[in-house]
């Protein structure tokens, strides 16, 4: 079985798709990092927002990095394909 890359879900948390999202990769028992951006202040808040306009310039969420893939929104087949889950 391959290693599964690393993962991070950049989130808030508020939002729907980005509860989807996490529910998701709970749910195929994959460990990730995830950072809730609107519950994060100032210095952090800003260097995290950066973070995510370098990976999505729109800057929306959920923003989910997977080894080098960048996947934006809740979209269970490309998230499930860039873990090597069927």
């Known amino acids: 079985m ?3 890359p690393d993962v991070k879900v950049y989130a808030l ?4 798709h980005c509860k989807n999202t996490k529910k998701l990769l709970d749910n195929c ?10 519950l994060l202040d100032g210095d952090q ?3 995290v927002i950066e973070e ?3 990976l999505n310039p729109r800057c929306s969420f959920p ?9 934006v929104g809740y979209r269970e087949d490309e998230i499930k394909e860039a873990l090597g889950i069927s």
């Open 52 to 54: 995510v306009k370098a």
């Open 63 to 71: 923003t989910i990095k997977i080894g080098e893939k960048v996947i």
């Open 13 to 16: 948390s508020t939002c729907v």
């Open 45 to 47: 808040r800003q260097a």
């Open 2 to 4: 391959a290693e599964t």
């Open 29 to 38: 028992n994959v460990d990730y990092d995830s950072v809730e951006v609107d």
